[in-house]
């Protein structure tokens, strides 16, 4: 039998601080912080993040700046501004990546599979034919084409023009 090491699993098990909301840190981070914390857009409604653990390559998260839990507790305007940011992520994805689809979605409570099911936020994953392949069923191992900090350095200019 052969080993596929996967350390990063690791950090993403041991990793979560309690009572500790990526979301909210993200919104109120500092400028010099965004790159290591993967933050493309910081609003004043609205965040724009890349997903530390992707299902893809180019995996984005955009959360409303408010800590808030269910879509009817949003305001018109963070509802408008995620939509509005969800355009330009589009956009920006298939400028870069060249997607042949996306997946976009709300999980909205444990139930659902929310991750973080106090803080809404909204999944932007680019698809391409033929990316799911036998790795994560037989070594819940997702194979991720390019560095993280190189999708980063491709998609933050698209962020600063907003």
């Given amino acids: 039998m052969n080993n596929l090491w996967a350390p990063?699993?690791?950090?993403?098990?041991?990793?979560?601080?309690?009572?500790?909301c990526i979301f909210c840190e993200a919104a109120g981070g500092v400028p010099e912080n965004q790159k290591d914390d993967l933050v493309?857009?910081?609003?004043?409604?609205s965040t724009v993040?890349?997903?530390?653990?992707?299902?893809?390559?180019?995996?984005?998260?955009?959360s409303p700046v408010?800590?808030?839990?269910?879509?009817?507790?949003?305001?018109?305007?963070?509802?408008?501004?995620?939509?509005r940011l969800l355009r330009h992520c589009c956009a920006s994805l298939t400028k870069t990546l060249s997607?042949?689809?996306f997946n976009i979605g709300l999980n909205v409570g444990k139930a659902s599979g929310a991750g973080f099911e106090d803080h809404l936020?909204?999944?932007?994953v680019p698809r391409w034919n033929g990316d799911c392949n036998f790795m994560p069923v037989?070594?819940?191992?997702?194979?991720?084409?390019?560095?993280?900090?190189?999708?980063y350095?491709?998609?933050?200019?698209f962020f600063e023009r907003i």
């Fill in 153 to 157: 350095s491709k998609l933050k200019p």
């Fill in 138 to 151: 037989l070594a819940d191992v997702r194979v991720i084409p390019e560095h993280i900090a190189g999708t």
């Fill in 40 to 45: 493309l857009f910081k609003g004043a409604v």
């Fill in 66 to 83: 408010r800590h808030i839990a269910v879509v009817e507790g949003m305001s018109p305007e963070e509802s408008i501004d995620m939509f």
């Fill in 99 to 101: 997607p042949e689809g």
């Fill in 121 to 124: 936020h909204m999944h932007v």
């Fill in 8 to 20: 990063w699993r690791s950090d993403y098990i041991g990793g979560r601080k309690e009572g500790v």
């Fill in 49 to 62: 993040m890349l997903n530390k653990y992707p299902y893809n390559n180019g995996h984005l998260m955009i």
